[in-house]
Structure formats: C-alpha cells, structure tokens
C-alpha cells in the first residue's frame, strides 16, 4: 500500500515561494502518474497540477501557469511542487496523489492520497 507524505508547507508573504515534497512509503510510484490539488476553507477540492509518470507531460490549472511548476525525482521516489510568486488566494491544504497509469491524471480519480500540508500566505 502506497502512502503519501506532503512537507514544505508554511506561513509566507505575498510574492514569496515555497516547495512543497510528496514521499512516497510502502511502494515506489515511479510508474504512476502523480498529481497536487489544494482545498481552501469553504470550498471544494481542485486540481492544481499534473505529472505523467516520466515526467514528460505536465498539466497546471489556469490559476497557477507560469507561477508553479510540478516536477518529480523517481530516484528518490518524490514528487515537489515549486510555488513562485504566491498570492494570498493560493492559502489552502495542499494535497499529494498518485494514479497506477503512466498518462496525466487531471481530474480527481487519483488511486493514493496524503494527508495534505498547510500553505498560508499572507497579504
């Protein structure tokens, strides 16, 4: 069984960074297809970004093209999430996940979730 560990998350001004990294325990997701959503207070889960499982093909929400960018290390089974130039609407949990197919995953039928980690910007 796969688990899912989110770290990086924090307090930060608008205009700063932060990355956040997705662990992976109990398997190797080197072949899955890996993904970051967020869920602010008061409102739905949404998608943020997408990886495929090489690498090769990216997918961001609109909100966030050109401001973030999803990467992911297979040798170290880890997936991070760089967030540049962050707006105080980006202040939510950040969610990591996985899906056991090598394409990317937009949508939410993801096979591994983590906990999440808070991101909270302040203005």
């Known amino acids: 069984q796969v688990q899912l560990v989110e770290s990086g998350g924090g307090l930060v001004q608008a205009g700063g960074s932060l990355r956040l990294s997705c662990g992976a325990s109990?398997?190797?997701?080197?072949?899955?297809?890996m993904g970051w959503f967020r869920q602010a207070p008061g409102k739905e889960r949404e998608f943020v970004a997408a990886?495929?499982?090489?690498?090769?093909?990216?997918s961001y929400a609109d909100s966030v093209k050109g401001r973030f960018t999803i990467s992911r290390d297979n040798a170290k089974n880890t997936v991070y999430l760089q967030m540049n130039s962050l707006k105080s609407e980006d202040t939510a949990v950040y969610y990591c996940?996985?899906?056991?197919?090598?394409?990317?995953?937009?949508?939410?039928?993801?096979?591994?979730w983590g906990q999440g980690t808070q991101v909270t910007v302040s203005s």
């Open positions: 996940a996985a899906a056991r197919r090598l394409g990317i995953v937009v949508g939410g039928d993801y096979d591994y």
């Open positions: 990886l495929s499982w090489s690498g090769g093909s990216t």
């Open positions: 109990g398997g190797t997701v080197r072949t899955y297809a």
